[in-house]
């Protein structure tokens, strides 16, 4: 009776994003869980929570999805932005209802959040992982796919003068797609860098965040997201996995990559009629 | 040539690593040693088997040992088991028999007549687990040199990187085997212990992800380990992968989240007035970030994968 009402809740919820989880591809260790924490009824409890907000609040559009590869091991990079999170929500759950039989993306996370409560155990439930090396290697030999935000936390707050600005651009996901021979996907967010702007942040260190962001709303703004995939990056093609050692190639790589996402920001921005629409 | 020591025999894990070699054709002798008289030791009755008392913090016992029934028995491997389970086991006495005794039992296997293997019990519990590290803890994941643990977990890390210094200096071909923590009793489980109240606290906002072995796997690791050859340091996981609120839940246990400051006041108090086992200053760590064996070099090397997985039922039936 619980089970079947709470089965009713979450089509009514999901509406067209409903779908059948069991085909997501999973490492289950015998108990419903995978070695890093995911577990299929929380992913399908998430997307049914984050659909309301992809469809009513977001109206999320999606262009070039078919760019993602259906299997192997693959880096989605995109720009990072708005205060809170609800881009990471929003990529997530465009790769999860865009891709055939679904994908569970790992969106890689600052180190500190696994040490916030509650939040790092429901994340980790979700597929995220954090960001250590040996966490990420694992994943990719499992051939799974990475949600990066090259930015990191300093584009998550960074200055609404700065919007559609990518900050300074870490290069571990270059190295990565070359050590793995994994193609990257870059990925434009528009809409995001304008939901909260940030008016300050406090410099308080609460378990492990660098910061506490003061935004100008209580909520994120009903801005429209537009996701715009670009072709994959073939970096495990014109380079070997033993040129990641080499810091030059590396951050030929990461530069390529990052243009690619720039390139797509700016084509995003140039289609789009405004920021509510 | 099978012939084998087995240190810590009269523990749970000692008797069914005995049971494994001896189900073996090809195991010609065991030389079981414990601390307790041979009139309270319940070992199987077999003509290849052998018991004898030892007690191995002390160098004159591992000599006797060694020169006397262990090369009468043209002894070829040991697998060396004995270190004291509680956590109270606390002090130089407990060191000598964590530490000390491999300090004195190597040097002396390597200048054995007939010794060539040895094989080392350890435990996952030498890893650091932490937020910022893996959650899947390989061979080479950082050893919990933590400047205030517990003498439990330092006498753990000591004595595993003392057998690891000896590997390619000794004549002996030495194997260090981490094990997933076993969750059953008379094991030295902290988890077990922790599983004896009906309600579990936990801290709130936090369930990580534990790897949880049987007797079973670990003694057929430990058989594997003894007929390889292959050096170096293994992790032999486990086939229960499962957060702690399913563990308690399985075990028939409520949990009960409380905020992590008051775990420890509450569980040193129950230490003090049940005079349990648990200390929560042991798994502080593990109870707020996921650390999961990664057993690939002992599935290529060794070729052991987990195959037993925990009977949940009988765990809770035998709790209290």
Redesign the interface.
């Known amino acids: 009776m619980l089970k079947s009402l709470r089965q009713q809740l979450r089509s009514t919820l999901a509406g067209p994003f409903d779908r059948d989880y069991s085909e997501l591809r999973f490492d289950d260790r015998g108990h419903g869980y995978d070695p890093f924490g995911a577990h299929r009824d929380w992913v399908e409890g998430a997307a049914a929570v984050i659909a309301p907000l992809y469809r009513w609040y977001f109206r999320v559009r999606s262009y070039g999805s078919e760019q993602i590869p259906a299997s192997g091991p693959v880096i989605v990079a995109s720009n990072h932005s708005g205060t809170l999170p609800f881009d990471g929500a929003m990529l997530y759950m465009d790769i999860v209802h865009h891709t055939n039989p679904p994908r569970l993306p790992r969106p890689i996370v600052d180190l500190f959040v696994p040490s916030l409560p509650v939040v790092g155990t429901t994340f980790s439930r979700l597929g995220v992982v954090a960001g250590s090396r040996g966490n990420v290697h694992r994943l990719l030999n499992r051939g799974e796919l990475l949600l990066i935000f090259p930015e990191g936390t300093p584009g998550i707050g960074k200055p609404f003068s700065e919007r559609y600005h990518l900050q300074t651009w870490r290069e571990g996901h270059a190295e990565l797609a070359i050590r793995h021979q994994a193609p990257v996907v870059p990925v434009a967010m528009i809409g995001p860098e304008e939901q909260m702007p940030q008016i300050a942040q406090i410099p308080v260190s609460l378990f492990g965040a660098p910061y506490l962001p003061i935004p100008l709303t209580l909520l994120p703004l009903p801005v429209r997201y537009h996701i715009h995939y670009g072709a994959p990056i073939p970096l495990h093609r014109d380079y070997r996995p033993e040129q990641a050692d080499d810091p030059a190639i590396v951050h030929e790589a990461a530069q390529r990559i990052k243009d690619a996402v720039q390139c797509l920001l700016d084509h995003g921005l140039r289609q789009r009629e405004g920021v509510f629409t | 040539m099978n012939r084998h020591l087995i240190t810590g025999a009269t523990t749970p894990l000692g008797r069914a690593l005995i049971a494994e070699l001896l189900a073996a054709p090809d195991t010609e002798a065991i030389l079981a040693v414990g601390i307790e008289p041979p009139s309270r030791v319940d070992l199987p009755d077999d003509p290849r088997l052998t018991y004898t008392r030892a007690n191995l913090a002390r160098s004159r016992s591992i000599r006797k040992l060694l020169f006397g029934p262990a090369k009468d028995l043209k002894l070829t491997t040991i697998a060396h088991l004995a270190q004291h389970r509680s956590a109270a086991a606390q002090g130089r006495e407990a060191y000598a028999l964590n530490v000390e005794s491999i300090r004195d039992l190597m040097p002396m296997a390597e200048r054995h007549p007939t010794l060539r293997r040895f094989v080392y019990r350890s435990y996952a519990e030498v890893y650091a687990v932490r937020?910022?590290?893996?959650?899947?803890l390989?061979e080479d994941?950082p050893l919990n040199l933590a400047p205030r643990t517990p003498q439990w977990i330092r006498d753990r890390v000591e004595a595993d990187l003392t057998v690891c210094t000896r590997m390619g200096m000794s004549p002996l071909s030495i194997s260090v085997l981490r094990f997933a923590e076993c969750l059953a009793p008379d094991m030295g489980s902290q988890l077990h212990d922790y599983l004896q109240s009906r309600v579990c606290f936990r801290?709130?906002?936090?369930?990580?992800?534990l790897?949880l072995t049987t007797v079973a796997d670990m003694a057929r690791a430990l058989a594997l380990a003894l007929r390889s050859e292959a050096q170096g340091v293994f992790n032999i996981p486990a086939?229960?992968?499962?957060?702690l609120s399913?563990v308690i839940q399985l075990a028939g246990r409520r949990a009960v989240p409380v905020p992590?400051p008051l775990m420890t006041p509450l569980y040193a108090m129950r230490s003090r007035t049940l005079g349990t086992d648990f200390r929560y200053d042991l798994n502080a760590w593990r109870f707020?970030?996921?650390g999961?064996l990664?057993g690939s070099r002992a599935r290529h090397v060794l070729g052991f994968d987990p195959t037993h997985?925990i009977d949940w039922a009988t765990l809770a039936a035998l709790l209290p």
């Not at chain 2, 937020?131 to 899947?136: L, V």
């Not at chain 2, 801290?203 to 992800?209: Q, V």
């Not at chain 2, 086939?239 to 957060?243: G, M």
């Open positions: 937020a910022d590290k893996p959650q899947i390989a994941h801290p709130l906002g936090f369930d990580p992800m790897n086939w229960d992968t499962l957060p399913r992590g707020h970030f996921s999961v990664d997985p």
